[in-house]
C-alpha cells in the first residue's frame, strides 16, 4: 500500500519562485518543482478499507477557500541540519482546515500527529553537507517571498517509499467552497419576495 498523505498544492508562480533557491549547497538533494508541496497531515502506510474511510470522511469537510503566502527559508535539525524548507505565512484558515484533518484521523483510529503542525514547503535534503554551508546559504535568502495566492483545494497524495522528495500521486482531490463575503450575505436579504397575490 502506497504511503498517504494531504497537502497543499503549490501553483506553478509560486513553485517557478522556489525552483530560484536551488542550488548552493553542496552535497543537498533538491526536491523537483512538481513534488513541492505543503503537508496538512501524514497518515502513512494504511490498508484499503482505511484508506477508503480516510477519502469518505475528508469528502465531507466544508471548508472555504483562502489565501497563502511563501516566506522566509529555514532548516530542520540545528546541529545536523536534515532539510531546508520555505515558511509558510500563517492563515487561520489553514490551521482549522488541518485540525480538523487531523481529528477525522483520529476518529478513524489512526495515531494523533506527534509533530507540532508547522506549515513549510520542503526544498532540499541534507544528508551530509556541512553546517556552514547552510549557514551561509540561509544567510543570503532570509528575504524570500512570494505574492500571495488562492487555495481552493486539498488533495490526498500517494508516495511510494523512496528516500523521500517524491514522485508523488494525486489520489484525491477535495475543493474547498467559495469565501463568502459579509456583503453576498446583505444582499440576499434585500431581493424582493415574489407574491402568490
Known sequence: MPRLFTALEIPRS???SLSLLRG???GARWIDVENYHITLRFIGDVDGRTADEVVDRLDRID???FNLSLN???SFGSKKP???WAGVSPAPEMFALQAEIERICQRIGLPPDPRKFMPHVTLARLKSCRVDDVVHYLAGRGDFHTAPFLTTRFVLLSSKES?????YLTEEVFPLHEARSASSFATMDLQPVKSML
Open 163 to 167: 528516500v523521500g522528495g517524491g514522485p
Open 72 to 74: 522566509g527559508i529555514g
Open 14 to 16: 509560486a513553485a517557478l
Open 63 to 65: 471548508r472555504p477557500e
Open 24 to 26: 548552493g549547497i553542496p
Open 82 to 84: 536534515h532539510s531546508i
